[in-house]
């Protein structure tokens, strides 16, 4: 649990980092005169590039693991940081989106791959643990932009580069343990069951377009809040930069809280129910969401939130128990194509946005839920529980 709780607390930093960027937007689009397709095309750079890496990562490590390529991928990131507080012009505001694009490709798969070791039996505990420091993470990420970065501008992005140091300083020692059971490793994913059954290879390939069908609808609908919430609030009832970070804050911070139960429940319950109840249960809330006034628009946004956030941690135990042995690879698969996906539907939304309106691009993306329709056609791995006498 040490081990889990650290690699939590150092995925809060660094989501912490990343989640500045969006959350700095409208102050980017005002000082440099942006357009929404630019705007969007800032996360699209970043979110592609960790896409393509995450996967290379996590097959490589698979094969050679490299226990201290967290504190190097963290170091990547505070450079980035660096960089994006100095930026003066656009092109370089994409190259600090890279670098903390880079850093995050290497964090993400094999700090998965060291709390599924850790975790033991608890699989879905441990990365319900480990994702909800990051979504928290997230959450701050717009609070310390109204609170820190919006009044006293850009440059003062420097004084997070303390939460990056802090993050190189956890990694490394993450990385010590990590080094040291190394041999146990090994042994401990040999003594794992495998799921009650195993799927054919053919239900095996069709479970996992089904999951990235599934992706694609959570991330679709999620950057149209965490990355244009902000403008809707503004453009639709008036509201302040800073007062709509807060709100952003509030939606985050439900997505946070709603993490932490994805793992437990699909445990206990089995993590097909708890994915079906996670994407297509958000369906109602989003539908109603572009309908209604201010605050009930910052109500539905955290009821959102809490159900589809812990769709994540039960997708991602489900698939490495789809395709066992291969637990970097397959969290490195789900991470890039998360943020892959976040990458496209920010360009795609930001262009789409400049033409129709981002009223209208909520109203569209309020349908995205609907896809966990496609939950029903997911084998169930788990045994079903025996009747209590």
């Not at 979504?135 to 109204?146: D, I, T």
């Amino acid at each position: 649990m040490p081990v889990i709780w650290a690699l939590s607390l150092s995925h809060l930093l660094n989501d912490t980092i990343q989640a500045l960027l969006p959350s700095i937007y409208p102050l980017l689009k005002e000082s440099y005169g942006l357009s929404f397709t630019q705007i969007g095309f800032i996360t699209f750079t970043f979110q592609v590039v960790a896409s393509l890496l995450q996967p290379v990562v996590g097959g490589y490590t698979d094969r050679r693991p490299m226990p201290y390529s967290l504190a190097t991928g963290m170091a990547v990131t505070l450079i980035g940081l660096v960089l994006l507080s100095r930026a003066e012009t656009y092109p370089v505001i994409l190259v600090a989106a890279v670098l903390v694009g880079v850093g995050s490709s290497i964090f993400h798969p094999e700090a998965s791959r060291i709390a599924h070791l850790a975790a033991g039996r608890r699989r879905g505990l441990a990365q319900s643990l480990f994702q909800v420091g990051g979504n928290f993470g997230s959450s701050l990420g717009p609070l310390a932009a109204a609170l820190i970065i919006v009044p006293h501008g850009q440059r003062s992005i420097l004084w997070f580069t303390v939460a990056a140091t802090a993050g190189i300083y956890i990694l490394g020692r993450v990385g010590r343990w990590y080094q040291a059971h190394l041999d146990e490793r090994r042994t401990q994913s040999r003594s794992v069951p495998h799921p009650a059954w195993q799927p054919s290879r053919r239900q095996v390939v069709a479970s996992l377009a089904i999951l990235i069908a599934l992706i694609f609808s959570k991330y679709f609908y999620l950057v149209s809040l965490t990355n244009y919430y902000t403008f809707y609030l503004i453009d639709r009832f008036g509201v302040s930069v800073q007062g709509a970070q807060f709100y952003l804050f509030v939606f985050l911070f439900a997505v946070a809280a709603g993490t932490i139960l994805g793992g437990p429940l699909g445990d206990r319950f089995g993590r097909k129910y708890v994915i079906w109840f996670s994407i297509l249960g958000a369906a109602p809330f989003a539908l109603i969401l572009p309908h209604v006034g201010l605050a009930t628009t910052v109500a539905l946004s955290a009821v959102i939130g809490v159900v589809l956030a812990s769709a994540f941690s039960a997708i991602l135990v489900y698939a490495q128990e789809l395709v066992p042995g291969k637990v970097g690879l397959v969290a490195g698969l789900f991470f890039g194509v998360a943020f892959g996906v976040s990458g496209i539907a920010s360009a795609t939304l930001g262009r789409l946005a400049d033409h129709v309106g981002i009223g209208q691009v909520f109203y569209l993306c309020s349908f995205f839920p609907l896809i966990g329709l496609l939950t029903g056609f997911l084998p169930n791995l788990e045994k079903k529980p025996a009747p209590s006498a």
